[in-house]
């Protein structure tokens, strides 16, 4: 089979990031990559464009990890608190999710990604957590967590049950 040599305009999962020279199957470059402009064919021609783009690539990855270094500052400077609605023994009803704490988040004008938060299953314990933010491939830091009950806990079971009779 032919294969074709192209230059990458923009980064495709699975293929390469922008300004890498990738080789592909030539029905693939002539048929996707070529006429949505996302790729150009390999050439003397296109030699200085290939440089151009590379220079711009680490430009922007430069400014990229900037706005994440200073969004990594402030996430670890910031703890948020979640109220929940817990039973008389501290049992939390239901549980809190990725979007509670986005939305949390939101409001202290932090704005990340679902896919960005490590919380792999729905925290139905109250206390103190830390949440792994990835900001970055190079870049993590971790959230201050706090799950807190809406209502008092009470540690004595048995002041609910049958009150001594009075007579």
Known sequence: ?????????????????????????????????????????INQANKKQVEALLVAKEKRIGKELEASKTLADKIAQ????????????????????????????AE?????????????????????????????SELSVELQLEIVSENLISDDSNAESDPAPTE
Do not use: C, W
């Open 1 to 41: 089979m032919a294969n074709s040599e192209v230059l990458l305009l923009e980064a495709i999962q699975g293929l390469g990031s922008e300004g890498e020279t990738v080789t592909v199957r030539a029905g693939y470059a002539r048929n996707f990559l070529l006429p949505r402009n996302k790729a150009l064919p």
């Open 78 to 105: 910031t703890s948020i608190a979640i109220a929940v609605k817990t039973g008389d023994s501290g049992k939390m009803f239901g549980a809190v999710t990725v979007n509670d704490i986005l939305s949390k988040l």
């Open 108 to 136: 202290q004008s932090i704005v990340i990604e679902k896919k960005q938060l490590g919380v792999g299953q729905p925290i139905k314990e109250l206390g103190s957590h830390k949440i792994p933010v990835k900001l970055g």
